[in-house]
């Protein structure tokens, strides 16, 4: 069945769909970047010092006084956070009683300020921070800091957990429910608890909160984009791609700006949840995926939605719309529906390989991308402002991509992106002592990751079926998950050197971008709906000459999935799908349709 083909009758895209990717599409990417990094902030670690319950009187108007006198220096030569002087601070108080302003500002470089001899101990009575940047923070209210900064790491760990938890679970709902039930119980779930951890009471209600949002954040962007890319016609997947990418970008902008007006963290909490709840507005104009609801055999939903898709559109349908639709769909009566679970996706020889394939892709562009926005302030400097550059250099990569992805295709522009991204990431390691140039490869390779981020969910949605698509999706971002559950730990393993989380994610990058060339190109192909089809799109040319050495297996394979071509019918589809599109590759389909008439 080729549901292309009917929705070129209704309209591939006209002011139906504009209107659901505007209204729908576009704001659904705010609550996946609001929540996804808001924690950076809500539990941002300002600089911080020993607490000397002595000198507190002096702590206002002389902190520096009280920092020569109670904190020891580093090696940098820049105050300690977890270290102080071992001193009778009773007597010293004593002493400073009886100076004037004058000379307690003359005694910072007197003899009584000579310290270096001193013992140093951890800090005894809690810690001072610094509310120049952020008023309050999580982990200023309960002391996350110095043997205990290890929770906030934790925290992001859980957080990426609970997304690896929500994304299985997702993957079914929504291919047993639909994509738009799905996407408004996500959205709920994940609103309420995020708005409930702004009452939190303490690090461990909080934390689970911040894991129930944790939940649905991966996930919550998943239901609108693979609905829009079902909606509209092979010709426009780019767009809708392109469009989702730029919101999610804007998204991280405007979390910035968010976050520089809002800086204590029980009111930013509510900032970027409460707002969300206007998404239910359009609850009722999100239409179900008709090309779902064919796949799981409910036609007569999908021909309702398909007349209203074309009288939106300004194309008349004749009465007898819903019997040509099953003549077209070659669907005699209503069918049962049919569930698919994940063991489907590794079936075939050709599907188990580019679930594999797109798993190792998806795992290296999460944990890279999460991982460098997770990096930001660890580049020093205003930690808002490399957040808000590192959202904003993502935007002029997408006016790149647009024409690119359409006139080149998406493999190579995949393996090109991911390249770039992960030598500017590995250069770091030669220049970690130049700030300016570091600042520099970090954009290069958010650049790079985000276009490879661009391309890898649109490749995807194209080479899994209908009936599988957000199962298949959603398999390979659960698998992928374990890559934010990884990276925090690594960029907190960075703190002793710097660029080491860098040169991991590099290397990933790179070892990802190898990979992608082993895919198909899907530039200009209808989408494959069943299984069956999703098997005879075959892997590149690279794999595509091995189909001599396994007749035996491809025959028996054939026979599982219930196909029954003839040689040369099936060189022709190998020939029809090709593998990307260039004229070298012709002469590597015509190879293949030779060896297999000799099967």
């Not at 990569?397 to 690119?404: A, F, S």
């Not at 391309?455 to 698998?479: I, N």
Request: charged share 15%.
């Amino acid at each position: 069945m080729d549901f292309d083909e009917v929705l070129k009758e209704v309209g591939a895209f006209g002011l139906y769909q504009k209107i659901i990717i505007c209204s729908v599409l576009l704001p659904a990417a705010l609550p996946c970047a609001f929540h996804a990094y808001s924690q950076l902030f809500i539990a941002a670690t300002p600089q911080h010092w020993c607490r000397i319950p002595e000198l507190e009187p002096w702590t206002q108007d002389y902190i520096q006084l009280v920092k020569n006198l109670s904190i020891p220096r580093d090696k940098r030569g820049e105050f300690a956070q977890c270290s102080m002087f071992a001193r009778n601070y009773s007597e010293m108080v004593r002493y400073l009683e009886y100076r004037t302003p004058y000379e307690l500002q003359r005694e910072q470089s007197a003899k009584l300020l000579r310290l270096d001899q001193e013992a140093v101990v951890a800090c005894q009575h809690g810690w001072h921070y610094d509310k120049s940047m952020y008023p309050s923070t999580v982990v200023q209210e309960w002391n996350l800091v110095c043997d205990r900064s290890y929770y906030v790491t934790l925290a992001l760990v859980l957080f990426g957990l609970g997304g690896l938890i929500g994304n299985y679970v997702f993957g079914y709902l929504v291919d047993l429910w639909g994509r738009r039930p799905s996407f408004y119980a996500y959205l709920l779930l994940e609103i309420v608890a995020c708005a409930a951890s702004a009452f939190a009471w303490n690090y461990y209600s909080w934390l689970g909160l911040r894991f129930i949002v944790g939940l649905t954040v991966p996930a919550i962007l998943a239901s609108p984009y693979v609905l829009a890319i079902e909606l509209v016609g092979p010709e426009r997947r780019v767009f809708c791609t392109i469009v989702s990418n730029i919101a999610y970008s804007l998204g991280l902008v405007l979390l910035a700006g968010v976050v520089y007006l809002v800086r204590d963290w029980r009111y930013l909490t509510l900032a970027v949840s409460l707002p969300l709840l206007m998404l239910f507005s359009c609850f009722f104009v999100l239409p179900e995926s008709p090309r779902w609801l064919i796949a799981v055999g409910q036609p007569k939903r999908a021909a309702r939605i398909l007349k209203v898709m074309a009288r939106v559109n300004g194309v008349h349908v004749t009465r007898d719309f819903m019997e040509c639709l099953y003549e077209r769909l070659h669907i005699k009566q209503p069918l049962e529906t049919v569930h698919y679970g994940i063991l489907d996706l590794f079936r075939g020889t050709n599907m188990r390989r580019k679930t594999l394939i797109v798993t190792l892709i998806w795992f290296a562009n999460t944990s890279v991308y999460v991982g460098l926005s997770y990096y930001a302030p660890a580049l020093g400097g205003d930690e808002i402002w490399n957040f808000f550059l590192a959202g904003a250099v993502e935007l002029p990569t997408y006016l790149l991509l647009w024409p690119g992805l359409s006139y080149f295709g998406r493999r190579w522009i995949l393996f090109i992106s991911m390249l770039v991204g992960g030598v500017a990431c590995v250069a770091t390691l030669l220049y970690q002592e130049q700030a300016d140039v570091m600042l520099l490869l970090y954009c290069i390779g958010k650049m790079g990751i985000s276009s490879a981020f661009v391309v890898l969910p649109l490749l995807a949605s194209e080479l899994y079926p209908t009936v599988v698509r957000g199962l298949g999706m959603s398999f390979s971002s659960v698998v992928a998950m374990t890559g934010p559950i990884i990276i925090p730990i690594i960029n907190h393993m960075g703190q002793q050197m710097l660029v080491l989380p860098l040169i991991v994610m590099g290397a990933l990058l790179i070892v990802g971008g190898f990979a992608s060339l082993f895919l198909p190109e899907t530039r200009g192909k209808n989408l494959p709906q069943t299984l069956e089809e999703g098997e005879a799109v075959p892997l590149s040319f690279l794999l595509c000459c091995c189909v001599e050495n396994e007749p035996k297996n491809r025959q028996s394979q054939n026979k599982r999935l219930g196909r029954n071509r003839q040689p040369e019918e099936a060189a022709n589809v190998y020939h029809r799908v090709g593998v990307g599109g260039p004229a070298a590759c012709k002469i590597v389909c015509s190879i293949c349709k030779k060896e297999m008439r000799t099967l």
